[in-house]
T-cell receptor, first 114, second 115 residues
Framework: DGGITQSPKYLFRKEGQNVTLSCEQN?????MYWYRQDPGQGLRLIYY???????QKGDIAEGYSVSREKKESFPLTVTSAQKNPTAFYLC?????????????FGSGTRLTVV | KQEVTQIPAALSVPEGENLVLNCSFT??????LQWFRQDPGKGLTSLLL?????REQTSGRLNASLDKSSGRSTLYIAASQPGDSATYLC??????????????FGQGTELSVKP
């Protein structure tokens, strides 16, 4: 079955640590996205990538980094510069051109600072 | 700047009722609008996608309409069931080329259907 896999489901970070969230898709989608979800704030875009080896900052990119070395993979690193990283992180993918299938989301990673 | 608003923020209904969730957006230049469902602690599940040239889409007990000129969409749920309890999110894909395909989300409507 085609879909998006996010791992791990739960992640704990100590102060000063960098952590990496995994996102893999087998939908042959061109574009991939990372969103952050906080209670009462909705979904906010962190980074997005429309093609391999290219990505753009979203609305809240500070303290995060990404790479897009393969079409199927779009890992997100939460660096120590991100002062409030506790949140629910969602990865999504879509075709680069608007089409009939829209966005597909993964099941999310909940990151907690301990 | 495109903004998406969903009303109401929360809704509680008895089982069996028909209900309508509302979504409004400020810029009519969109490619499409997508309705999602989110269960607590889970990812988003796509319910319906309406292209800018379409007026409505239907899937089972769900019907979504789109009035692009007035910047409105509604999600109609017929004969609601306790299993419909979730947060429903509306999102638009802006039509401008420099938007990178990103979706703009509303804050969601939290629906509770009581047995």
């Amino acid at each position: 079955d085609g879909g998006i896999t996010q791992s791990p489901k739960y992640l704990f970070r100590k102060e000063g640590q960098n952590v990496t969230l995994s996102c893999e898709q087998n939908l042959n989608h061109d574009a991939m996205y990372w969103y952050r979800q906080d209670p009462g704030q909705g979904l906010r875009l962190i980074y997005y990538s429309q093609i391999v080896n290219d990505f753009q900052k979203g609305d809240i990119a500070e303290g995060y980094s990404v790479s897009r070395e393969k079409k199927e993979s779009f890992p997100l690193t939460v660096t120590s510069a991100q002062k409030n990283p506790t949140a629910f992180y969602l990865c999504a993918s879509s075709m680069r051109q608007p089409g009939e299938y829209g966005y597909t989301f993964g099941s999310g990673t909940r990151l907690t600072v301990v | 700047k495109q903004e998406v608003t969903q009303i109401p923020a929360a809704l509680s209904v008895p089982e069996g009722e028909n209900l309508v969730l509302n979504c409004s957006f400020t810029d009519s230049a969109i490619y499409n609008l997508q309705w999602f469902r989110q269960d607590p602690g889970k990812g988003l599940t796509s319910l319906l996608l309406i292209q800018s040239s379409q007026r409505e889409q239907t899937s089972g007990r769900l019907n979504a309409s789109l009035d692009k000129s007035s910047g409105r969409s509604t999600l109609y749920i017929a004969a609601s069931q306790p299993g419909d309890s979730a947060t429903y999110l509306c999102a638009v894909r802006p039509g401008l080329r420099n938007q990178g395909g990103k979706l703009i989300f509303g804050q969601g409507t939290e629906l509770s259907v009581k047995p």
